[in-house]
Each structure stands twice: as structure tokens, then as C-alpha cells.
């Protein structure tokens, strides 16, 4: 079981984000129009994914916006931003604040991305919330790079994702 801190203090997570090399398990999410998808319906060369707790905190919206820029200028990446919040108040963080190269992904309905890849918090503030993680899979669902932001309020290291995806593309 993986840990994470809030502030300095450890929060135990559901269990380990999956390691590189192994094959992503499908989960559900919810899209902005509350259609359902899964991972398993996109075919690009490289999908990243990116948990976080929420939009509406500033951490959250900072990682979308900079990854955001960072995937402008790459074509054929599918890019999910998923959390707990419901669709419509991600697409409205995400209309406001510009944020157009992710879908939308909530995890509330069912909780699979949350269960299955570990990075639900089980105790402190935000128990219940995702953690800070990214993934970095092929087009065969195989992860490239796996990261767990080990402080909830920082941020991931994009530079080594971007590397990852151009690697991909």
C-alpha cells in the first residue's frame, strides 16, 4: 500500500499505482455530458493520465493547465484528467480556465480508477479523493511511466512524462 503527505502528514492510499511494464486494467469514467467511457475505447499511441484529488483546488488546476500547454503541440494523444468531482463542475473549472487537450474524467460513479490503480485516499482531509498520480501508456495499454506525486500539493514531473509521451508519438 502506497503512502502519500498532506502537508507533511503520511496518508495511506488503497494500494500501489501499478509499476511500468504492466498492462493497464480497464476502469470506467464519466465524460463531461455524462456518457460513460473506458480506457480500453481509445486506441492512441499514448494516453496519459492524470489523477487529482480536485479542479477546484489549486494544485489541480495547476497540473491541468501546464499539461494542458504541454500537449498543444502533440497530436495523437489521448489525455485523460480524472478526479472525483462530478463531470459538470470539471467542465466548468475547465471552460473557465481554458484547459482543452483532456477529457473529462470523474471517477464517482463507480470508483473503479480509484480502486483498481490504488490512489484513493483512505484517511485524512481528503479521504475518499484521488491522489496526485500520472500515467503514461502505449497504445497497447502497456504503462511507459508511472509516477505518484508523493506530496499532495505538488506537482508531478512533466518534463519526464512529456519525454515519455514524445518517446510514444
Do not use: Q
Request: no cysteine; aromatic share 10%.
Amino acid at each position: 500500500m502506497d503512502v502519500v503527505n498532506l502537508k507533511g502528514f503520511p496518508v495511506r492510499l488503497k494500494d500501489d499505482l501499478p509499476a511500468e511494464g504492466v498492462k493497464a486494467e480497464d476502469f470506467y469514467f464519466v465524460k463531461g455530458n455524462l456518457n460513460e467511457d473506458s480506457l480500453y475505447d481509445h486506441e492512441e499511441k499514448a494516453k496519459l493520465i492524470v489523477s487529482v484529488p480536485s479542479v477546484d483546488t489549486g494544485i489541480g488546476i495547476l497540473i491541468a493547465k501546464k499539461f494542458n500547454e504541454l500537449l498543444k503541440k502533440r497530436k495523437g494523444v489521448f489525455a485523460l484528467l480524472i478526479s472525483k468531482d462530478l463531470p459538470f463542475a470539471i467542465k466548468r473549472v475547465f471552460d473557465k480556465e481554458g484547459v482543452t487537450n483532456f477529457e473529462i474524467g470523474s471517477d464517482f460513479r463507480y470508483g473503479d480508477f480509484g480502486e483498481d490503480y490504488g490512489v484513493e485516499m483512505l484517511e485524512g482531509a481528503l479521504r475518499g479523493l484521488l491522489t496526485n498520480a500520472v500515467l503514461v501508456l502505449d497504445k497497447d495499454h502497456k504503462i511507459v511511466y508511472s509516477e505518484l506525486v508523493s506530496e499532495i500539493f505538488s506537482e508531478p514531473d512533466y518534463e519526464s512524462v512529456m519525454e515519455e509521451i514524445d518517446d510514444l508519438l
